[in-house]
């Protein structure tokens, strides 16, 4: 079983939808990741959290320490935020990835 | 991104061939990390440094795989006798300690044909 679960693996929504992409872990970290890749290019840290709920932009992240899980929420969805997105897990220094969350906001 | 470089962008290699990734940080970045992602999936931890020492190469798939970081900055991913299963993007991330921003290079696609 993989330290890292991601879901859904593939995504589509029509523009202006709201998007929730989670992710659960196994193992105690001390910080999550939330990060963007898109076609092509390099990959980019979109969060990092420990505790709690970040936002920025049509973004937020949150994350429940006790229940392991974490959510990335897009709001008002563009088709500029197609891209796979991935969580990763802060193991002290190690970290570890999600297989990523494909998605395609339609026009 | 910003941090870390790359490099090759691309590499085409004929099967058997040796080739040689190249990953180089800014300054100050402690702790490095190599990843392989095939098409479609996350990235796949292969080997971890803290400064110059290699702390876990668990990851690396094979005797074929080796890296170095010899003075704690620039890291070499060498890969001898690539086979087809090689065929990945390679990416590089670096931290600067504890509970910091990870920053990861564009990686580098390597095609063996």
């Known amino acids: 079983k993989n330290e890292v679960e991601q879901s859904p693996q593939n995504l589509t929504a029509q523009e202006g939808e709201f998007i929730t992409i989670n992710c659960s872990y196994s193992?105690?970290?001390?910080?999550l990741h939330w990060l963007q890749q898109h076609p092509g290019g390099g990959i980019v840290s979109l969060f990092m959290?420990?505790?709690g709920k970040k936002k920025h932009g049509r973004l937020i992240a949150t994350i429940n320490i006790q229940e392991k899980h974490s959510s990335l929420h897009i709001t008002a969805s563009h088709p500029r935020d197609s891209a796979v997105y991935i969580c990763?897990?802060?193991?002290?220094?190690?970290?570890?990835f999600g297989a990523g969350t494909r998605l395609t906001v339609k026009p | 991104g910003a941090g870390v470089s790359q490099s090759p962008r691309y590499k085409v290699a004929k099967r058997g061939q040796d080739v040689a990734l190249r990953c180089d940080p800014i300054?100050?970045?402690?702790?490095l990390f190599w990843y392989q992602q095939a098409l479609g999936q996350g990235p796949e931890f292969l080997t971890y440094?803290?400064?110059?020492?290699?702390?876990?190469k668990s990851g690396l798939p094979s005797d074929r795989f080796f890296a170095e970081r010899p003075e704690g900055s620039v890291s070499t991913l060498k890969i001898q006798r690539t086979q087809q299963e090689d065929s990945a993007v390679y990416l590089c991330?670096?931290?600067?300690?504890?509970?910091?921003?990870?920053?990861f290079g564009q990686g580098t696609r390597l095609t063996v044909v």
């Open positions: 990763a897990v802060r193991l002290s220094e190690d970290m570890r």
């Open positions: 193992v105690g970290i001390s910080a």
């Open positions: 959290l420990s505790s």
């Open positions: 300054s100050g970045h402690v702790s």
């Open positions: 440094f803290q400064n110059e020492a290699q702390l876990d």
């Open positions: 991330a670096v931290l600067r300690g504890l509970n910091t921003e990870a920053f």
